[in-house]
């Protein structure tokens, strides 16, 4: 068994994510909404949780990034 567990992504985690890689700069939650084509209050919780497990990061106010850990979590 393996020691480390990897944090369950459901398909809006991923989708947010990927969104966040091809933007490929600091983005607000609305941005990433068109993209994904979610409501941004959805993206908002969503960036909330990912940001608390390390996947994304905020580099200034209201403006998001995937991780290093991030981008290996949408590889799997």
């Known amino acids: 068994m393996s020691t480390t567990s990897e944090p369950k992504l459901d398909d809006n ?4 994510l990927k969104a966040l890689k091809e933007l490929g700069q600091p ?3 609305s941005d990433v909404a068109k993209k994904t084509n979610l409501k941004t ?3 908002t919780a969503k ?3 990912l940001k608390t497990l390390g996947l ?3 580099p200034q106010s209201g403006k998001y990034v995937i ?4 981008e290996e979590a949408i590889k799997q």
């Open 67 to 70: 991780t290093a850990k991030g």
């Open 13 to 16: 985690d991923k989708a947010i």
């Open 27 to 29: 983005s607000g939650c």
């Open 56 to 58: 994304v990061e905020s």
């Open 41 to 43: 209050q959805q993206v």
């Open 47 to 49: 960036v909330r949780k």
